[in-house]
């Protein structure tokens, strides 16, 4: 199965307008998450209220560079290595790619509809980021010359930049 780019886009563009846009989503994201899954709280030290806002902003950089893969695979192979700081595990991502699922089928279903298509394309294209992040973060040595001609240090951060969940040029 191909990642549905137009079906991403157009559900994401609708998760920011509906139900409370993406503080909405990132907040009830976070409480499910929590709930479900305890075992990952420990892992995160910034309190939800900071910790959606950079977790929907990596997601929009995703959705704005589906079409830019260039762009998109250094950026997520930073972002793996990045969470090995953080502590995450292979086990972890289909903890957040079930969850972020499920609450978009959630947020999305308030207002409008989500639909088994929309499910599908969402699982895919986690499934595919997941697959390049843990990819990096087990073979961090690979990526390095990759990074550095992005910006990015061999820890997956750029030494000026406070922000690198953001992808730079990325606007969903």
Same mark, same amino acid.
Not at 40 to 46: C, G, I, M, R, Y
Not at 70 to 89: S, V
């Given at each position: 199965?191909? *990642?549905?780019?137009?079906?991403?886009?157009?559900?994401?563009?609708?998760?920011?307008?509906?139900?409370?846009?993406?503080? @909405?989503?990132?907040?009830?994201?976070?409480?499910?998450?929590?709930?479900?899954?305890?075992?990952?709280?420990?892992?995160?030290?910034? &309190?939800?209220?900071?910790? #959606?806002?950079?977790?929907?902003?990596?997601?929009? @950089? *995703?959705?704005?560079?589906?079409?830019?893969? %260039?762009?998109?695979? &250094?950026?997520?192979?930073?972002?793996?290595?990045? #969470?090995?700081?953080?502590?995450?595990? @292979?086990? #972890?991502?289909?903890?957040?790619?079930?969850?972020?699922?499920?609450?978009? @089928?959630?947020?999305?279903?308030?207002?409008?509809?989500?639909? %088994?298509?929309?499910?599908?394309?969402?699982?895919?294209?986690?499934?595919?980021?997941?697959?390049?992040? *843990?990819?990096?973060?087990?073979?961090?040595?690979?990526?390095?010359?990759?990074?550095?001609?992005?910006?990015?240090?061999? %820890?997956?951060?750029?030494?000026?930049? &406070?922000? &690198?969940?953001?992808?730079?040029?990325?606007?969903?």
């Amino acid at each position: 199965m191909a *990642i549905n780019v137009e079906l991403l886009t157009e559900t994401f563009q609708r998760a920011k307008a509906e139900n409370g846009g993406l503080h @909405s989503l990132g907040m009830r994201f976070y409480q499910r998450l929590f709930e479900k899954y305890p075992a990952v709280k420990p892992l995160f030290s910034t &309190p939800p209220e900071e910790q #959606h806002k950079k977790l929907m902003a990596s997601l929009s @950089s *995703i959705v704005a560079a589906l079409t830019a893969p %260039d762009r998109m695979l &250094p950026y997520l192979r930073a972002m793996g290595i990045r #969470h090995l700081k953080y502590k995450t595990e @292979s086990a #972890h991502y289909p903890a957040v790619a079930e969850n972020l699922v499920a609450v978009l @089928s959630e947020h999305l279903s308030k207002e409008g509809v989500w639909t %088994d298509e929309m499910k599908a394309a969402w699982e895919e294209a986690l499934n595919v980021v997941a697959s390049v992040m *843990i990819e990096a973060a087990d073979n961090p040595e690979k990526y390095t010359a990759e990074l550095a001609a992005m910006g990015y240090q061999a %820890d997956g951060f750029k030494a000026s930049d &406070p922000e &690198p969940w953001v992808l730079a040029g990325a606007k969903a």
